[in-house]
Each structure stands twice: as C-alpha cells, then as structure tokens.
T-cell receptor, first 112, second 114 residues
C-alpha cells in the first residue's frame, strides 16, 4: 500500500498563474519531505525540501507547505513558466534516514 | 562533468534470462540506490548501499541482486526469479544515507521482456 500519494496525475496551468501540486501521506512518522522534478529522458532532480519542524519552506518561485495534522504536502510555483512543465514527485522519509517513499508523480503542463 | 550514468537506455530480456543494468557515478558519493518505477506508482526502493562492499535490501528486493565492489559502480542484476521485470529502473547516489542528503538520479533504464 502506497504511503505517499499524489492523486492528480496531471495539471494544466496558464503561464504566469500559480501551480499547486498536492501530496498526501499516511505515515505519521515521516519527518522529512521533498519534491523532485523530472523532464522526459532525464532522471529526477531535487527541487525543494522541508523538515517536519517547519510548515513552510521557500526557494525563489517554489514554496512547499506542510500540514502535519492533515498529513498533506503541497508545492506552489508562482509564477508558472513553460519551462516548469515536467513531472513532479513528492517523497517522504522517517527516522533520520535517507530512505524515501515516493508518490506516483503529477505531470504539470504550463501553457504559454 | 560529474553525474550518474546508466546503461543501456533500453534493455530486452528473454524469459529465464538474467540481465544486468549498469550504474556509474563520478560524484564521489558513498551511498547508492536502485529504484523501480511502474506505471501509476511511485519509485520503490530495490537495494541500497551505504559504502563499498556493503548493501541492504529495500522494499522489493526479491528477484534482484547487486554488488558494490567499487565506490563508483553499483550494478543491478534482474534474475529469472523476478517474475514481472518490465519496468523503468532508476539509479541514484548521495554523499551518505544521512537524512537531508540529496539523492542524484541517473536517466534510467527501461527493461522490457520479450
């Protein structure tokens, strides 16, 4: 049973608008979360992370929000750009160890 | 330039055959990982290695084997015992297995059964 779920397989957004990608998890012991971005024919690349002691982490146009009570993670991209079109994976780990559980990914399409 | 290479990009396996997927990194990382991705599912950990000559089973190790004789290399063998080997395989590395160490991924190998 998947411990990390991304229920939206795809998302389409107009350039300049906000993209919101969502992720839910079931294991309350997860204490570190991150987002990866994947272009076709390439491996995933690290985008942004957040520790469970925080509820928000920002890096330029990318912000990750963590709601521990709801076991929910979201990635906001503002403003969205066509180059952001990719598959986004969320991942979670526990116990201070670098073993991650990944969601199935959301394919973001930013239209010019 | 530094990175992770995986070869081949596509690999075909006949029934009952073992095949080996290559993973090489020149990032001087101690830890290396193998993941499998199936359609509609997240990446699942097959094996990981914290250091040379050491490796541990992940969540779905059955039907797979690995070796870590060199720091730079972590080949994955898909044995005939793996009944459903068709998938996309990703190799990754990180400086260590400590939390917060970014995992860097290779481009992946797609394995198909003939």
């Amino acid at each position: 049973d998947q411990q990390v779920k991304q229920n939206s397989p795809s998302l389409s957004v107009q350039e300049g608008r906000i993209s919101i990608l969502n992720c839910d998890y079931t294991n309350s012991m997860f204490d570190y979360f991150l987002w990866y971005k994947k272009y076709p024919a390439e491996g995933p690349t690290f985008l942004i992370s957040i520790s469970s002691i925080k509820d928000k982490n920002e890096d330029g146009r990318f912000t990750v929000f963590l709601n521990k009570s709801a076991k929910h993670l979201s990635l906001h991209i503002v403003p969205s750009q066509p180059g952001d079109s990719a598959v986004y994976f969320c991942a979670a780990s526990e116990n201070n160890f670098n073993k991650f559980y990944f969601g199935s990914g959301t394919k973001l399409n930013v239209k010019p | 330039d530094g990175g992770i290479t995986q070869s081949p990009k596509y690999l075909f396996r006949k029934e009952g055959q073992n095949v080996t997927l290559s993973c090489e990194q020149n990032l001087n990382h101690d830890a290396m990982y193998w993941y499998r991705q199936d359609p509609g599912q997240g990446l699942r950990l097959i094996y990981y290695s914290q250091i040379v000559n050491d490796f541990q089973k992940g969540d779905i190790a059955e039907g797979y084997s690995v070796s870590r004789e060199k720091k730079e290399s972590f080949p994955l063998t898909v044995t005939s015992a793996q009944k459903n080997p068709t998938a996309f395989y990703l190799c990754a590395s990180s400086r260590s297995v400590s939390i917060g160490e970014t995992q860097y991924f290779g481009p992946g190998t797609r394995l198909l059964v003939l």
